[in-house]
């Protein structure tokens, strides 16, 4: 019962690129059904809906992990979010947008991009097998955020919770701060950890064998292709296709961003006599139990289990009682981190409780 339910809903994800090209063909203000099931209808469910603190059991951990279907879905996404971004080369190639229709499809394009598709980005970016590896740095070449690659599972993981980590946000910073901090200074650490990791080789940092060079080329070749293989389609240069997919890019790795800003607002871990930080432990993220919108993220909110055993794939992270919750799912949290008093005033009473549980 807990597997079949768990392999039905994760294919929910699929219903954000179904809406998306449903909503373009429909035509007019049906362009916003994809921004009405993210940010009203999965908020309504998550809150109409029971939450989710079941765990899979120990005896069938095993089972899970190895288990191809849940790889099989992470998979398929791939495949279907390059088809859906190439046909959003078309359809802007060819359609005569008004401007609130090029900011719907834009930014409902980024949706899919950014919400579902770094997501997967980022499930498939901690596995040790070079496809998976691979499968992950497509999908974030598609966001022009590739050096999230190195970020993330070098920089962040190690970092998080500290005044070191560009991606942990402090305690009264509001989201567009923590925007430009963090987009600026995990761009800039990624190039320094790759800086590192070609040191330790005996490699040169201006080679082919730097990882951040690719990582800056392949976007701008995609976006170049698609730019050339549809001027030649149309007939005339379309210059709609490079600025599309940048600036879908642009809110795909700012829906990141604020995803990053939720789940470690506040938190601080102690620096030992050692001089070293406390290790991560389940309290030192914000967890989301609700269903629907875990369904829809791979229970990317189960983040606390994530950063305690990054190792583990998403089908089998744990719910802890212990992980301090945000009151709502990140669908609902994120419009709310973009209110600056409204976080604060829903967050930080929150955080107070967090630090005197820690005193405690």
Request: charged share 15%.
């Amino acid at each position: 019962m807990y597997s079949g339910l768990k392999k039905i809903g994760f294919f929910s994800a699929l219903i954000l690129p179904a809406l998306l090209v449903s909503g373009y063909y429909l035509g007019g203000f049906n362009l916003w059904l994809i921004h009405g099931f993210v940010f009203v209808l999965v908020p309504l469910m998550d809150y109409v809906i029971s939450t989710d603190t079941s765990n899979v059991p120990k005896e069938a951990i095993s089972r899970m992990t190895k288990a191809y279907f849940y790889k099989l879905v992470t998979f398929i996404w791939v495949y279907v979010q390059l088809s859906v971004l190439i046909w959003g080369f078309y359809v802007v190639s060819t359609a005569d947008f008004v401007g609130w229709e090029w900011l719907a499809f834009t930014s409902g394009m980024a949706l899919v991009t950014g919400g579902i598709g770094i997501t997967v980005a980022h499930e498939l970016g901690h596995k040790a097998e070079k496809s998976e590896q691979i499968y992950a740095q497509i999908l974030l070449m598609t966001v022009s955020y590739m050096h999230f690659f190195i970020e993330h599972n070098r920089g962040h993981h190690v970092r998080v919770a500290t005044a070191e980590d560009p991606a942990t946000s402090r305690f009264g910073e509001n989201f567009y701060s923590f925007w430009l901090r963090s987009v600026k200074d995990g761009y800039l650490s990624a190039w320094e950890l790759e800086r590192e990791r070609l040191s330790k080789k005996g490699c040169p940092f201006f080679s082919w064998s730097n990882q951040m060079i690719w990582f800056q080329v392949l976007p701008i070749a995609f976006a170049g292709l698609g730019f050339l293989v549809f001027s030649m389609l149309q007939n005339r240069w379309v210059w709609e296709v490079p600025v599309f997919f940048f600036a879908q890019s642009l809110l795909a790795f700012s829906l990141l961003e604020a995803v990053n800003y939720l789940e470690h607002y506040g938190m601080e871990r102690k620096k030992l006599e050692t001089g070293f930080y406390e290790k991560v432990t389940p309290l030192h993220s914000w967890n989301a139990s609700q269903r629907v919108s875990n369904f829809l993220l791979f229970q990317l909110q189960r983040h606390s289990d994530h950063h305690a055993f990054a190792f583990k794939r998403y089908q089998i992270l744990n719910h802890y009682d212990e992980s301090p919750q945000l009151p709502a799912g990140y669908s609902a949290m994120i419009l709310v981190a973009f209110f600056p008093p409204l976080w604060f005033s829903l967050m930080n009473p929150r955080l107070e409780k967090w630090k005197e549980m820690r005193i405690s």
